[in-house]
């Protein structure tokens, strides 16, 4: 069975106290009130990540991930951090390829593939996010473009590698714009994602890949959203800076 998964991306919000407090009430609501089997990662800007891990220790629903990582092991790249040092205080997951780096940062297909490759080896779980623009939709060509990031950056992994990512799909256009992707709109996409996945591996690779919707995911849509046969949980920006709403979200699955 699928493993089920919500996600929160603090991006660059909260400094060290705010992000102490938002974090604890995260844990606290999750031990009282989830009874399913889901999983809630938090990821967090660098400054927490180590007090996060310590916090949420012995937690058995609640992981803690980044929000990126370099592409090498070590070197002369200020103001980077690496998968080793991510790992090194605890992490477990990493946000590859988010929307946000693509667009103002340049990430390519290709660094994508280098990024998974190191996350990979050191034994994180990449969070590998694929999506397409407003223009790229209205165009129809969203789905060469999904394609195309998912092939260039992930195809060259063995099945047993790519069984362990989480695939995070982003319609770009759907992002802190209050726009949502219908449950109809996401569901054709996460089932193509689908689709492309078994066509590269096998059917089996492809029915146990979790599959995330990161378009303003909020407490009022989830659930719809939740219930479409392809779409294993969220990637929640906005709604997880407020703990009821991220703890919410993720008790959709409670049932």
Not at 50 to 60: I, N, P, Q, Y
Not at 91 to 106: D, M, T
Not at 245 to 253: G, H, N
């Amino acid at each position: 069975m699928r493993k089920k998964i919500v996600a929160g991306n603090w991006k660059m919000n909260k400094d060290y106290k705010e992000g102490m407090s938002l974090f604890s009430e995260v844990v606290n609501m999750v031990k009282d009130e989830l009874i399913g089997n889901q999983q809630v990662v938090v990821c967090a800007p660098y400054i927490h990540l180590h007090s996060l891990v310590a916090l949420g220790k012995g937690t058995r629903q609640v992981s803690v991930g980044a929000q990126n990582a370099h592409q090498e092991e070590s070197g002369a790249f200020t103001g980077e951090i690496s998968v080793g040092m991510l790992k090194s205080v605890g992490v477990e997951y990493v946000i590859l390829g988010h929307s946000e780096r693509r667009q103002y940062f340049g990430e390519t297909n290709e660094l994508l593939a280098k990024k998974t490759d190191i996350a990979l080896k050191h034994s994180l779980k990449p969070i590998f996010c694929i999506g397409e623009t407003l223009a790229e939709r209205e165009s129809g060509k969203h789905f060469d473009i999904i394609k195309s990031q998912l092939a260039e950056a992930t195809f060259h992994l063995s099945a047993e590698d790519f069984a362990k990512l989480v695939i995070a799909y982003e319609p770009v256009w759907a992002i802190g714009t209050g726009v949502t992707a219908s449950s109809n709109q996401a569901q054709e996409v996460h089932a193509f994602i689908r689709k492309e996945i078994a066509i590269q591996y096998h059917q089996a690779v492809a029915d146990e890949t979790t599959i995330l919707y990161g378009g303003s995911c909020n407490p009022k849509n989830a659930s719809e959203l939740f219930a479409q046969p392809d779409i294993d949980g969220g990637l929640i920006g906005g709604a997880s800076l407020k703990s009821r709403d991220f703890v919410d979200i993720a008790k959709v699955f409670n049932s």
